[in-house]
């Protein structure tokens, strides 16, 4: 089945700097790369998602992009701030799979 | 995208009781999900949850220890039985919603569950 592999585990920032979380997936055959934002106390809230027919998407201050040929993708944050905090998810769907394959997650720390 | 709530929020539980969850969605919507997340840990899906038909179980989990029902498109329940302090931990239910993308996978804020 699907591996997700998630790095760092934890990442301190100062706020304004940036944020790069890596994640590779094992089957080449996946195409739906989402990530999700899980603040305490929360349920995770999806951020922004990626399918395998493009390479980068940037929505405001997040970016996500996609190596196929490398199996990985990333999640990019820019000018973080404190609010940023959280504990960060990316997850890989298989092509003609229902079910989200989770990275183990990465805690940011945005401080002030 | 669907909204998502659950009940209970919280609750603390003794061992060997059961407790259900129930998750209501505010759209018709075909897939449910049930996923666990045990202390600073990732998600583990449970069991996927079909109108319709019985829920499919991933390995690891099973129907005698997580019963679902999904009576309709809006609204399902798990629940947890004879449960043990292992058990503790934050069930979520999340669903894919037709209105935006079969892909898109929404979460609802969750049950903390803790066993004594």
């Known amino acids: 089945g699907e591996n997700v592999e998630q790095h760092p585990s934890t990442l301190s920032v100062q706020e304004g700097d940036s944020a790069v979380i890596k994640c590779t997936y094992s089957?080449?055959?996946?195409?739906?790369f989402p990530w999700y934002k899980q603040e305490l106390g929360k349920g995770p809230q999806l951020i922004i998602d990626i399918r395998s027919n493009v390479g980068e998407k940037k929505d405001q201050r997040i970016a996500v992009t996609l190596n196929k040929t490398a199996k990985h993708f990333s999640l990019h944050i820019t000018e973080t701030q404190p609010e940023d905090s959280a504990v960060y998810f990316c997850a890989a769907r298989r092509t003609g799979y229902s079910t989200l394959t989770f990275g183990k997650g990465t805690m940011l720390l945005v401080s002030p | 995208s669907a909204v998502i709530s659950q009940k209970p929020s919280r609750d603390i539980c003794q061992r060997g009781t059961s407790l259900t969850i129930q998750c209501q969605v505010d759209s018709q919507v075909t897939m449910m999900f049930w996923y666990r997340q045990q202390p600073g840990q990732s998600l583990t899906l449970i069991a996927t949850?079909?109108?319709?038909?019985?829920?499919?179980?991933e390995s690891g989990f099973v129907i005698d220890k997580f019963p679902i029902s999904r009576p309709n498109l809006t609204f399902s329940t798990l629940t947890v039985s004879n449960m043990s302090p292992e058990d503790s931990s934050i069930y979520l239910c999340?669903?894919?919603?037709?209105?935006?993308?079969?892909?898109?996978?929404?979460f609802g804020p969750g049950t903390r569950l803790t066993v004594l």
């Open positions: 999340s669903v894919t919603d037709p209105r935006t993308s079969t892909d898109t996978q929404y």
């Open positions: 949850a079909n109108q319709g038909s019985e829920a499919t179980y």
């Open positions: 089957d080449s055959a996946s195409n739906y």
